[in-house]
C-alpha cells in the first residue's frame, strides 16, 4: 500500500471514529434529557379545569369559612384513591365545594411505604405555595406502579409541582424535605380514627359531634347523604 493510500485510509478510520463517539455522546444527551427533563403528564386541563376558582389554602379545597369539612384520608399510590378523585369527589367539589357549602381537606395516610411519606410531604409543600390539591389531583392522574420508585423520584415531583402551579420549586424542594413529620402526624390520626385502609373519609359539622368517620363510602350518593347530616 503507497503513502498516499494508507493516509487516505487513516482518514477513513478516523471519520468513522469521530462519527462513533458523536453517536455515543449524542445518546446520552437523549437519555439524560429523558431523565432529567420534563415528565410528560395526563389529566393538567381536566384538573385545572376541576378546580378552577375554588380557593386552595395548604391542603384545604374550598371556602374555609364552609360549614361542613369533608376529610379525605389517603395516600398518593394507592389506585383507589385514584379512583375516588376521578369518579366519586368531583360532583362534590362541582356543586357544594365550588357553593361554598363544604371545604374538603387531605390528610396523608401513608399505606404503602416510604415512596408515599415522599410523595405525601412533595404534596404538603405544593399547598404550603396553595397549590396542594392541585398536586394531588394531577399526581393521582400520573400513577404509576406501586412500589416502583416512581412516587420518590425527584423529577417526576418536580413536574407534578410545576403543574399543578408551584412558582417557588427552590422553596418547594426544601420545604417538602421538612414534611415529613406531618405525614406522619396525619397517619397516626388515621390510625386513632380506625383507619386501615385508603380513602378513608371523615366529616365534622353542625351536626356531628366532632369528627365523625365514615370509612369508605362507595359513591357520591353516600357522601353526599353524609354532607347533609353533617350540616
Excluded at 365534622?204 to 350518593?221: F, N, V
Amino acid at each position: 500500500m503507497s503513502a498516499v493510500d494508507r493516509r487516505s485510509r487513516l482518514l477513513q478510520l478516523a471519520a468513522g471514529a469521530a462519527f462513533l463517539v458523536a453517536a455515543a455522546v449524542l445518546v446520552l444527551i437523549v437519555v439524560d434529557s429523558g431523565n432529567g427533563g420534563d415528565t410528560e403528564l395526563e389529566g393538567v386541563s381536566e384538573v385545572k379545569t376541576l378546580l378552577r376558582g375554588i380557593p386552595q389554602q395548604e391542603m384545604l379545597l374550598g371556602d374555609p369559612r364552609a360549614p361542613v369539612e369533608l376529610i379525605e384520608f389517603g395516600d398518593l399510590q394507592c389506585p383507589i384513591c385514584a379512583g375516588y378523585s376521578k369518579d366519586i369527589l368531583p360532583p362534590i367539589m362541582e356543586t357544594r365545594v365550588r357553593d361554598g357549602e363544604v371545604k374538603i381537606s387531605f390528610r396523608n395516610l401513608t399505606i404503602l411505604g416510604e415512596e408515599s411519606v415522599v410523595a405525601g410531604a412533595a404534596a404538603l409543600a405544593a399547598g404550603a405555595q396553595g397549590h396542594g390539591w392541585s398536586f394531588v389531583e394531577i399526581f393521582y392522574r400520573n400513577q404509576g406502579e406501586e412500589k416502583s420508585g416512581y412516587a420518590e423520584n425527584g423529577d417526576f415531583l418536580r413536574a407534578i409541582a410545576k403543574a399543578a402551579g408551584v412558582e417557588d420549586l427552590a422553596k418547594w424542594q426544601t420545604d417538602r424535605r421538612q414534611m415529613t413529620q406531618i405525614v406522619e402526624e396525619t397517619t397516626a390520626e388515621a390510625d386513632e380514627l380506625g383507619f386501615s385502609g385508603t380513602p378513608s373519609f371523615a366529616i365534622e359539622g353542625p351536626g356531628t359531634d366532632e369528627i365523625q368517620p365514615l370509612g369508605s363510602p362507595g359513591s357520591t350518593d353516600s357522601l353526599e347523604s353524609a354532607i347533609a347530616a353533617a350540616r
